[in-house]
C-alpha cells in the first residue's frame, strides 16, 4: 500500500509551463506504476493523462497530450513529476496520480488531487 500527494498546480497563461510532483510513500517499488489523471470541470469524466512504472520504463501518454507533457521520476525523493508545456486552456482540470501494481489494471491509490487552470 502507498500513499501519494500531489502538488505544484497552480494558475497559468496558455503556452506557459507548470511542473506538477506526486510524492509517493510506503516504499514503492518497481511492481508499481504510476498514473497521472485529470478531471475537468464541469462533470466531465476523468481522463487519463500518462503513466510510467517506478523503475523508469513503460511511459505512455495520452494523443491529448503527447509531445507536450513528460513524466519523469526522482526515486532517491519518491517523486513522480508531471512536466506540462505549451499548455492550453483546454488543460485545465485538476489533475491527481493514482498507483497501481504491475499485475493489475485498476488503479488503487489515489492522491487527493491539484488544480491546473489555464487562462487564455
Known amino acids: 500500500q502507498v500513499q501519494l500527494v500531489e502538488s505544484g498546480g497552480g494558475l497559468v497563461q496558455a503556452g506557459g509551463s507548470l511542473r506538477l510532483s506526486c510524492v509517493v510513500s510506503?516504499?514503492?517499488?518497481?511492481?508499481?506504476?504510476i498514473g497521472w489523471f485529470r478531471q475537468a470541470p464541469s462533470g466531465k469524466e476523468r481522463e487519463f493523462v500518462g503513466?510510467?512504472?517506478?523503475?523508469?520504463?513503460?511511459?505512455v501518454y495520452a494523443d491529448s497530450v503527447k509531445g507536450r507533457f513528460t513524466i519523469s521520476r526522482d526515486n532517491v525523493k519518491s517523486t513522480i513529476y508531471l512536466q506540462m508545456n505549451s499548455l492550453k486552456p483546454e488543460d485545465t482540470a485538476v489533475y491527481s496520480c493514482?498507483?497501481?501494481?504491475?499485475?493489475?489494471?485498476?488503479?488503487?491509490?489515489w492522491g487527493q488531487g491539484t488544480q491546473v487552470t489555464v487562462s487564455s
Open positions: 493514482a498507483a497501481r501494481t504491475t499485475d493489475t489494471s485498476a488503479y488503487a491509490w
Open positions: 510506503g516504499r514503492p517499488d518497481n511492481s508499481y506504476r
Open positions: 503513466a510510467i512504472n517506478w523503475g523508469g520504463t513503460g511511459e
